[in-house]
Structure formats: structure tokens, C-alpha cells
């Protein structure tokens, strides 16, 4: 299994992430630890994860997927065979939002009580805030890394200038840096990602770990038609591509995955992982039938002739 320096955060690991957003979500318990279960036994390590999942779900409370990775711990997992990442900030309703010193420190308590571990590999701010100063932020995270808490802290969802900055106040701090950054990254949506944050990415060595990597679904071919969307957990979010422009990028995919041996949605994970700054692409899956395949890209290499025609109709 092909490994990789995520970053500069000391880990490496597969080209390949496990999301857990579907943790105790679409995904019950029983099927989520056997998710994990084989996405280990495959030799892949790192598992995404947030104090806010799931807490959209009725009766939900947030701290769900991470209760259910600490019970796969619980139940015999090595705690050495996996990379946790977990993130802070996002609004927990009761239980506070944001980043400043207070509430990531009890963000990473209850995660680490939710874990049943005693640290967290990867502590992300899941999302910027600007009313916080980044110095308070980033203390705050190097108090948790000088505790052996966290080994390596990073950033989800910032843009190019807020990551520069915050990369800078750690120089000048003397902070951890972030060594990871997750933006929302696919090949149906590169606007976010590409330029300029792709960019500082490679200059600063971060490592990438996109999220949305099938958008949420539409890359893996499955939805073609509005009528596909019916019923769907995240048929709003799909919606929107099914234009023309998604349509015809379908097709391309189309014809390069039967010219491999490939499926669509394995084509969409390899284009990732083939993209410069990237380490794992984030992939949730809900049954078993969909791990396999989604770790199965892992083997797909993809020629100069599809990665261009892939760029061509992704734009």
C-alpha cells in the first residue's frame, strides 16, 4: 500500500480517508464498526471525523460518529492501526461553537471522552472564525499539543489569505503550525480548492484531505435524472449538478472508466488522489459493497490521456 507524508504533521498514511460523518447517521452503529473493520484490514488509517456529527440528525446530539469510533476501540480496535482526525468549531447548539481558547478545550475533552482515547492524531478547526484573534486559536491548540492531547493540528474550510495568516501568526508565535488543511474539493467543484489555496499548499507542504470527494454522491453515476434525487438523504445537495455541464462530465467518466476496467466513482477518488497538494481524499461509504469499491481506487492510475480529458470536461 502506497503511503504518504501528510503534510508536516509526522503521519503518513494511505492515500485514502474514511469519513464518518455517516457514523450513527445513515450508516447505523453495526455497519459503521464493520466499515471500520475493513477499512483497516485493507491497510488504510485515517478516519475523519467531527464533534458536530451528527447533530442534524432528530434526537441527536453531536458526538455521535466519535462515540462509535470509541467503541470500535472499546471492542478490540488498535488504537496504533488508525490516524483519528476530528474537528472543532462548528455550532454544537447547547454545547457552544467557534474557536476560542474555551470552547477548544472542552471540544477536545468531550472528544477525547468520546474517543475513549487518550489523543487525538489530528485536531482540525472545522471552520474559520474571525472572532476569535488567531494567536487565542492557536495557543489554545499548542496548550493541547505541549499536553500530548493532540499530535498535529489543522484547518478545514479556510481560504488562502486566513490559512497564510494563520500560518504566519504560528511562525511568529511560535505555535503549531496547520499541517493539514480539508477543503471541499472534487472534480465537479474545483473553484474552491484550485489557485490560490492549492497553491500555498504546495509552497507551506500541507497536506489535503478533501471532503465532498463524490459530491456527495453524484461522481459515483448514480444520480442522472431529478427523479434519481427522490427520497435521497442528500438529493438537495446533488441537485444543482445535474446540468449539462455535470452531465456531459458523467460521460466522460463514463468512457474512462470502462476503458480501464474502472467504475465512475473510482475515477472521481483517482483523479483526486492524482492532484498536486493532495495526501487522502475524504470518502464516506454505508455499506460494505461501497467501501470495497471506494478502496479499490487506491489501485486505479489514471493515463495523461484521461487526466486531461477529465481537467477539459471538469471545467
Known amino acids: 500500500m502506497e503511503k504518504r507524508a501528510l503534510g508536516t504533521s ?3 498514511v494511505a492515500p485514502l480517508a474514511l469519513g464518518g460523518n455517516v457514523f450513527g447517521w445513515t450508516a447505523d452503529e453495526a455497519t459503521s464498526l464493520s466499515l471500520i473493520d475493513a477499512f483497516v484490514e485493507r491497510g488504510f488509517s ?31 480496535g488498535r488504537r496504533e492501526a488508525i490516524h483519528i482526525a476530528t474537528k472543532v468549531g462548528m455550532d454544537m447548539k447547547a454545547g457552544g461553537k467557534g474557536l476560542s481558547r474555551a470552547h477548544i478545550i472542552a471540544a477536545a475533552e468531550q472528544a477525547l471522552r468520546n474517543l475513549g482515547t487518550d489523543h487525538i492524531d489530528l485536531f482540525q478547526a472545522h471552520i474559520d472564525d474571525i472572532t476569535v484573534p488567531l494567536d487565542e486559536t492557536l495557543e489554545a491548540f499548542a496548550g493541547l499539543v505541549a ?11 479556510y481560504t488562502a489569505p486566513r490559512l497564510a495568516e494563520a500560518l504566519a501568526a504560528s511562525a511568529s508565535g511560535g505555535y503549531p503550525r496547520f499541517s493539514v488543511l480539508q ?91 492524482a492532484q498536486p497538494a493532495v495526501t487522502a481524499p475524504i470518502v464516506s461509504a454505508t455499506s460494505l459493497a461501497q467501501l470495497e469499491e471506494i478502496m479499490d481506487a487506491a489501485q486505479v492510475r489514471l493515463d495523461a490521456a484521461a487526466l486531461s480529458r477529465l481537467d477539459r470536461a471538469s471545467i
Not at 489557485?195 to 500541507?206: R, V, Y
Request: proline share 4%; charged share 20%; net charge positive.
Open 10 to 12: 509526522g503521519f503518513t
Open 46 to 76: 485515517l478516519i475523519d471525523t467531527a464533534d458536530v456529527y451528527s447533530i442534524w440528525v432528530p434526537g441527536h446530539q453531536g458526538g455521535e460518529s466519535e462515540r462509535i469510533i470509541g467503541r470500535w476501540l472499546k471492542r478490540g
Open 147 to 157: 499536553a500530548g492531547k493532540v499530535r498535529a493540528v489543522g484547518a478545514s474550510n
Open 183 to 273: 477543503p471541499h474539493y472534487n472534480l465537479a467543484n474545483r473553484a474552491l480548492f484550485e489557485g490560490a489555496l492549492q497553491q500555498l499548499c504546495l509552497a507551506e507542504t500541507i497536506g489535503v484531505i478533501p471532503y465532498y470527494a463524490l459530491a456527495a454522491g453524484f461522481l459515483t453515476g448514480k444520480y442522472r435524472r431529478p427523479e434519481d434525487l427522490a427520497g435521497r438523504a442528500r438529493g438537495g445537495t446533488v441537485a444543482h449538478y445535474l446540468d449539462p455541464r455535470g452531465l456531459d462530465l458523467l460521460g466522460e467518466m463514463d468512457r474512462i472508466a470502462a476503458r480501464l476496467g474502472a467504475t465512475t466513482a473510482q475515477i472521481a477518488i483517482a483523479w483526486l488522489m
